[in-house]
């Protein structure tokens, strides 16, 4: 069967949220998959900065194989060790005490911590415009994209959006009916935005003194994607220290396999009692056993500095054209702007040229490749690079 006549079977059985996928994938290792027509691809997609180890890393391998010949799922009626030690993991990395809830998702981590949040006996969230934190109702009323947004309306209320990076309107904006202060330490379906280096600490601050929690969705920018394992704690994007009250996870937490994490530090850990929120799958041993792999490989194999130099090239090569007028970001959380807006033309162009690329607008493109990227992977988009958008700007009708 090929690429084509899986496309026909696609859009006969599959409901059409994505529209048409942009071909079908068979195989991966490392930061390379291949398609059903053996045409083998540079992913710098990464399964949207979900891969943090690649495809088929044999440390994940192993660990799913592992813990499914053990026990794949057992109800949360139950503790399984897998689950126990991955709490303890991500509230170390962290460096606070806290408690974490396991669901299945980024969109049902932030649901835990929505609901969370009004425990404080307030109900009111800031979040900023730009924001993205998934597509349940409840973290897409917390999303301010009027596009995802309308279709569903009405969503559950009280959420107040102000401009992001703007420390002086999230000041103006919370008061003590404020729940929560909820903000992405870097934008990431925005197309990779960063925000002043002073934000999240002011942000910290302007919660503090109205009593509100300090709500950081680290869904994307997490696991060692910006060079540390959580972004609020790299330096190169936030100058001081942010001691989050809730952080929520999942994309590259366990590599591919299903999770959500919603942790919650010091006395907000306890604000849930029995009753209050539920999961049949969140945190099964199978979930938190690879996620456990990855955290344990992202140390053996150093991949937080990894990341940080990986990115510094990739960020380089991309810059090295003049039609990129702007570069963001930090370590393999990398976002472009283009001189005109062919993001579009430059996804399909990169594709023809063997590279899964990402526009997250018509001008914007983002790079969020698996941490394994070796620099053959990043040698190779320097080498195609400038032909790529050749061919972008000419389909696009450049002069
Ligand atoms: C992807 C994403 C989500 C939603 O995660 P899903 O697993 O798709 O539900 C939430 N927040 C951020 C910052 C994300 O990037």
């Known amino acids: 069967m090929t690429t ?3 496309g026909e079977r696609y859009s006969d059985a599959l409901m059409n949220t994505f529209g048409p996928p942009k071909t079908t994938l068979v ?10 027509d053996g045409k083998e691809y540079v992913d710098f997609l990464g399964g ?30 139950f503790a399984t060790p897998p689950q126990i030690e991955l709490a303890e993991r991500l509230l170390g990395l962290l460096g606070a005490g806290g ?17 969370l949040t009004r425990r404080t006996g307030r109900t009111r969230i800031v979040a900023a415009t730009g924001g993205f934190h998934g597509r349940t109702m409840g973290a897409l009323a917390l999303t ?3 596009a995802y947004r309308t279709p569903f309306a009405p969503l559950p209320g009280d959420v107040t959006f102000v ?20 903000l992405e330490p870097v934008q990431g379906e925005a197309g990779v935005v960063v ?31 910006t060079g540390t394992w ?8 936030v100058d001081g220290t942010v001691v989050p009250d809730v952080v929520t996870l999942a994309k590259g937490l366990a590599g591919g396999v299903p999770i959500g994490a919603c942790i919650a530090t010091g006395g907000s850990g306890k604000l849930f009692d029995p009753g209050n929120h539920g999961t049949t799958f969140g945190g099964n041993p199978l979930a938190t056993a690879a996620a456990l792999a990855v955290l344990d490989t992202v140390e053996s194999e150093g991949l937080l500095a990894r990341s940080t130099t990986a990115g510094a090239r990739l960020k380089e090569l991309l810059a090295a054209d003049a039609r990129v007028t702007e570069v963001r970001g930090a370590g393999l959380m990398v976002g472009i702007d283009l001189s005109q807006p062919y993001a579009a033309e430059t996804v399909a162009a990169g594709q023809d040229a063997g590279f899964v690329l990402n526009a997250p607008s018509p001008t914007r493109l983002r790079f969020v490749p698996p941490l394994v990227v070796t620099d053959a992977d990043l040698d190779a988009l320097a080498a195609a690079w400038s032909g790529i958008l050749d061919t972008a700007y000419t389909a696009g009708g450049a002069a």
């Not at 408690?99 to 609901?115: I, M, P, Q, W």
């Not at 601050?205 to 997490?222: F, M």
Request: proline content about 3%; glycine content about 8%.
């Open 4 to 6: 084509s006549g899986w």
């Open 27 to 36: 195989s991966g290792s490392g930061a390379r998959v291949t398609d059903a």
């Open 48 to 77: 949207i900065a979900v891969n943090t180890l690649g495809h088929g890393h044999p440390a994940l391998v192993r660990a799913v194989s592992e813990q499914a010949a053990r026990l794949v799922h057992v109800s949360n009626f």
């Open 99 to 115: 408690r974490v809830f396991f669901a299945n998702s980024g969109t049902e981590a932030n649901e835990a911590a929505f609901k």
């Open 144 to 146: 301010s994209k009027e």
């Open 163 to 182: 401009e992001y990076g703007d420390a002086a309107a999230l000041e103006a904006a919370v008061d003590e009916s404020v729940a929560a202060v909820l």
């Open 195 to 225: 925000p002043p280096t002073d934000y999240l600490v002011r942000a910290q601050q302007v919660a503090r003194d109205a009593g509100a929690l300090l709500w950081l969705d680290e869904v994307q920018s997490g696991i060692g994607r």
């Open 230 to 237: 959580f972004a609020h704690q790299n330096p190169a994007l």
